[in-house]
């Protein structure tokens, strides 16, 4: 079960080098607990309280880990891979083809508690598993900081590491390799020079940015107001629940009802979109099932069919998957609820906005790149303009709408540009990935990168017999957006 309850609420995905921001506690964590708490993944010590010899005559051989501690990781079978639930989420598992195992860990840049968490995970696995190599995402050579090892004592080295990854001058990994004595390898996966030109994009994307981020401000002002005289209470109804999902006023789940009650009420086919129903499916048997009984062994026969029925759909519910269902069925929801041209006009509207906004701030997930990519004539200012300007006159609404488009449309391809290479980077994290695990002659490895990456290398990965373990670190406090870019840069 410790699969299968994944990260459902809030905790998708976001910005292109992935933060997860999620509540402290998922709905679905505390579901696990009260219906099975010994289900509950063994949780490792923590960090701070594993003793380690206080020590800065360090030898790497003495640190090697105890043999009955040392175990050999069965790389033909991710699917046994667990962290602490204290610390992160198992959210993906794959059995590939050529025995060898890459447990990415989704990359949180600037963010304290998830760096930490981050340095925690790598811990468990170290300690569980025997895992030495650790891939990283922004760097190019095996350079790390082991050699402060031998500069202070332990705990003095883990007091000044911890000052580094509050101010993000270190990341998760790197606190790790300064604060403790465990046997690491590191390797950076990047090209140096792919790298460096993604990191000028960002730097060209920041001089126009809060131009483009007003003007797209003040569109999406004049598209509400619009939307409030032609949308219909049922588009209403769903364009308030997305903002209040967005916004974190709802859960996932809560919003994925109030889409399941327009399916309802509208009668609209959603066969393909098999882990949306079984998500509203697992909602309905939790009503019907007396968990306390279940785990008493109090309950009756039909009790007892009914949780078996839920435990299977259970094992038939991929997050990854759900994630990427939900923009196509957004899109045949609000298809069929739409009562004319000008309402589905401005649909296509809000959502580039939304998705420009989201792309500006670098904070997009990776199916809403894939629509602006198969959707980029929708990506036009002046055609958004155009068209709430008449609207505006037609409902004598007398809107102020910005004049200056070319804000957006003269920095579309520097935007695009800089998520293109996104993609290429993962190409080359795939390659080096290989080339590393057969240098140190190891069929194991921990990649770090940040979740955007996720659905391309979790694709190559695939293509290439590799079997994954997908780790999202735990997230309960945002990040600061001015850290978290001057973090990138530095990188």
Same mark, same amino acid.
């Not at 410790?2 to 509540?23: D, K, N, P």
């Not at 959603?270 to 882990?275: G, N, P």
């Given at each position: 079960?410790?699969?299968?309850?994944?990260?459902?609420?809030?905790?998708?995905?976001?910005?292109?080098?992935?933060?997860?921001?999620?509540?402290?506690?998922?709905?679905?964590?505390?579901?696990?607990?009260?219906?099975n708490p010994e289900a509950q993944p063994k949780v490792e010590q923590k960090a701070e309280e594993i003793t380690e010899p206080d020590t800065y005559d360090y030898d790497e051989e003495d640190m090697a880990m105890p043999a009955e501690?040392?175990?050999?990781?069965?790389?033909?079978?991710?699917?046994?891979?667990?962290?602490?639930a204290a610390y992160g989420t198992v959210i993906d598992s794959y059995k590939g083809t050529n025995g060898k195992l890459i447990i990415h860990i989704q990359d949180a840049h600037a963010n304290y508690e998830a760096q930490k968490n981050e340095a925690n995970i790598i811990e468990s696995l170290i300690n569980s598993y025997g895992i030495k190599l650790v891939l990283q995402?922004?760097?190019?050579?095996?350079?790390?900081?082991?050699?402060?090892?031998?500069w202070a004592p332990l705990e003095e080295r883990k007091e000044k590491a911890d000052k580094l990854l509050r101010e993000a001058v270190i990341t998760g990994e790197e606190y790790l390799t300064i604060a403790s004595n465990y046997p690491m390898d590191f390797q950076g996966i990047e090209d140096k020079n792919l790298h460096d030109t993604q990191t000028n994009a960002m730097w060209e994307i920041d001089t126009f940015k809060d131009a483009a981020l007003e003007y797209v401000n003040k569109v999406s002002d004049v598209a509400q107001k619009v939307k409030e005289k032609l949308y219909s209470q049922d588009l209403l109804s769903l364009d308030k629940a997305r903002k209040d999902y967005e916004n974190e006023k709802i859960d996932l789940l809560a919003y994925y009802k109030?889409?399941?009650?327009?399916?309802?009420?509208?009668?609209?086919?959603?066969?393909?979109?098999?882990?949306?129903?079984?998500?509203?499916?697992?909602?309905?048997?939790?009503?019907?099932?007396d968990f306390v009984k279940i785990n008493s062994d109090t309950a009756t026969d039909e009790?007892?069919?009914?949780?078996?029925?839920?435990?299977?759909?259970?094992?038939?519910?991929?997050?990854?998957?759900?994630?990427?269902?939900?923009?196509?069925?957004?899109?045949?929801?609000?298809?069929?609820?739409?009562?004319?041209? $000008?309402?589905? #006009?401005?649909?296509?509207?809000?959502? %580039?906005?939304? *998705?420009?906004?989201?792309?500006?701030?670098? @904070? /997009?997930?990776?199916?809403?790149?894939?629509y602006f990519l198969n959707n980029k004539k929708d990506f036009e200012p002046r055609e958004w303009a155009d068209f709430l300007k008449k609207k505006s006159e037609e409902l004598s609404l007398n809107l102020d709408i910005p004049s200056n488009s070319y804000a957006i449309s003269d920095n579309m391809p520097k935007l695009e540009k800089f998520f293109g290479i996104a993609e290429e980077r993962d190409k080359v994290f795939v390659n080096k990935?290989? $080339?590393?695990? #057969?240098?140190?002659?190891?069929?194991? %490895?921990?990649? *770090?990168?940040?979740?955007?990456?996720?659905? @391309? /290398?979790?694709q190559l990965?695939?293509?290439?017999?590799?079997?994954?373990?997908?780790?999202?670190?735990?997230v309960t406090t945002p990040t600061d957006d001015t850290l978290y870019r001057e973090a990138l840069k530095r990188k």
């Open positions: 079960m410790s699969r299968i309850f994944r990260i459902l609420t809030a905790m998708i995905i976001v910005i292109t080098v992935g933060i997860s921001l999620s509540y402290a506690e998922t709905i679905w964590e505390k579901r696990q607990k009260a219906i501690e040392n175990i050999a990781l069965d790389a033909s079978n991710p699917f046994d891979i667990t962290v602490p995402e922004g760097g190019s050579t095996d350079a790390n900081f082991k050699y402060l090892r031998t109030a889409l399941n009650d327009l399916v309802q009420k509208k009668t609209i086919n959603i066969d393909e979109f098999t882990h949306f129903k079984n998500l509203i499916k697992i909602d309905d048997l939790e009503k019907k099932i009790q007892k069919n009914l949780y078996e029925e839920y435990q299977d759909t259970l094992k038939n519910l991929n997050v990854s998957e759900l994630f990427r269902e939900e923009s196509p069925l957004e899109s045949k929801i609000l298809g069929a609820i739409s009562e004319n041209q $000008d309402q589905k #006009e401005l649909i296509k509207i809000s959502k %580039a906005l939304s *998705i420009l906004e989201k792309m500006l701030r670098i @904070k /997009l997930v990776p199916e809403e790149y894939e990935t290989g $080339d590393a695990m #057969e240098k140190d002659n190891v069929k194991t %490895a921990v990649l *770090i990168a940040g979740g955007f990456h996720t659905p @391309k /290398l979790t990965l695939n293509e290439q017999g590799y079997s994954y373990v997908v780790i999202s670190p735990k």
